[in-house]
């Protein structure tokens, strides 16, 4: 069975850092492209970042861009979200997902196993 297991959410003060990481209990994770979404109460799940299998290319939702740095560790079946500079509007409960197939994708239907969600909150 697999399992995504989020962590490193919180409440952090707008303009702080959060680092969110997602543990893979997937075989195939070297292979896989894997993404971060998020949702916020009352809104639909929106994609935030993806990488592809090697980690060479990383894609980012355009609010992110320049503050979010996704990466991977293929050794520790890891994958990270780095947060900088974070604003109210970032405050959501945020998933880690994998998609068998070794590019990155937006589409959420595209990605087979998800975590359970850490909550990020950013104060104003």
């Known amino acids: 069975q697999v399992q995504l297991v989020e962590s490193g959410g919180g409440l952090v003060q707008a303009g702080g850092s959060l680092r969110l990481s997602c543990s893979a209990s997937?075989?195939?994770?070297?292979?896989?492209?894997m993404a971060w979404f998020r949702q916020a109460p009352g809104k639909e799940r929106e994609f935030v970042a993806t990488?592809?299998?090697?980690?060479?290319?990383?894609y980012y939702r355009e609010s992110v861009k320049g503050r979010f740095t996704i990466s991977r560790d293929n050794a520790k079946k890891t994958v990270y979200l780095q947060m900088n500079s974070l604003k109210p509007e970032d405050t959501a409960v945020y998933y880690c997902a994998a998609r068998i197939q070794s590019s990155g994708s937006v589409n959420i239907n595209d990605y087979h196993y998800w975590g359970q969600g850490t909550q990020v909150t950013v104060s104003s």
């Open positions: 990488i592809n299998w090697s980690g060479s290319i990383p």
């Open positions: 997937l075989r195939t994770f070297s292979g896989a492209a």
